[in-house]
């Protein structure tokens, strides 16, 4: 069964810039989330799909992030401006619904 | 929302000792506890998860605990090798809504 799939794996940009990583779950999964994995601390929740409309979007800084899952299937995770504290692994997980997340490779993001 | 609190940060043990995390929980309406392992520059990896309906789950060397009144779950690793060295999160979820919330993650180094 193929896994949870993620690009790039690694970007780096300067701050001010934007920013787009993009997510395939594993198919039938139904639940999509976007968690933001800074150096040394756990996974934080930025965004939950259920089909493609989203769930819990409470943590998410809706004044330069912005993250869409048209079609229920793939989703992409936008930053625009990117700022220093962004520099984070974003991690792309799926879910059947009723328990075990996958997690994909992620995305590393570095602002200078 | 839920708040994961997991101790210790950091934990050594020679090989062939025993190693154990604790997180706590507290929203009491969560029921389903993961524990993730993730190696160094790879995805988290369920490695055993309970339910609130137990209280204990064992997997050969893996075991976890549950006390629902006191909000507590902890990972025991027993006969500990140096392949057990990476970081290991908790998390908490309900089944309503299927957020997950990680704790801040234990590095465990397993010296030979």
């Known amino acids: 069964e193929a896994g949870v799939a993620q690009s790039p794996r690694y970007k780096i940009i300067e701050k001010r810039q934007s920013v787009a990583f993009w997510c395939n779950p594993i198919s039938g999964h139904a639940t999509l989330y976007w968690y933001q994995q800074i150096l040394g601390q756990g996974p934080k929740l930025l965004i939950q799909?259920?089909?493609?409309?989203?769930?819990?979007d409470s943590q998410l800084p809706k004044d330069r992030f912005s993250a869409e899952r048209l079609k229920g299937v793939d989703s992409t995770l936008k930053i625009q401006p990117a700022k220093l504290e962004d520099s984070a692994v974003y991690l792309c997980?799926?879910?059947?619904?009723?328990?075990?997340?996958?997690f994909g490779e992620g995305s590393r993001l570095t602002v200078l | 929302g839920e708040n994961v609190e997991q101790h210790p940060s950091t934990l050594s043990v020679q090989e062939g000792d025993s190693a154990v995390i604790k997180c706590t929980y507290s929203d009491s309406a969560s029921n389903y506890f993961p524990w993730y392992k993730q190696e160094l520059g790879k995805r988290p990896q369920l490695i055993i998860d309970?339910?609130?309906?137990?209280g204990e789950k064992k997997d050969q060397r893996i075991a976890v605990t549950l006390n629902k009144t006191a909000k507590h779950f902890s990972l025991h690793i027993t006969e500990t090798q140096p392949e057990d060295s990476a970081v290991y999160f908790c998390?908490?979820?309900?089944?309503?809504?299927?957020?997950?919330?990680f704790g801040t993650g234990t590095s465990l180094t397993v010296i030979p």
């Open positions: 799909f259920q089909n493609n409309g989203v769930v819990d």
């Open positions: 997980a799926s879910s059947i619904g009723t328990g075990e997340l996958f």
């Open positions: 309970i339910r609130s309906n137990v």
């Open positions: 998390a908490a979820s309900k089944a309503t809504g299927n957020q997950f919330y």
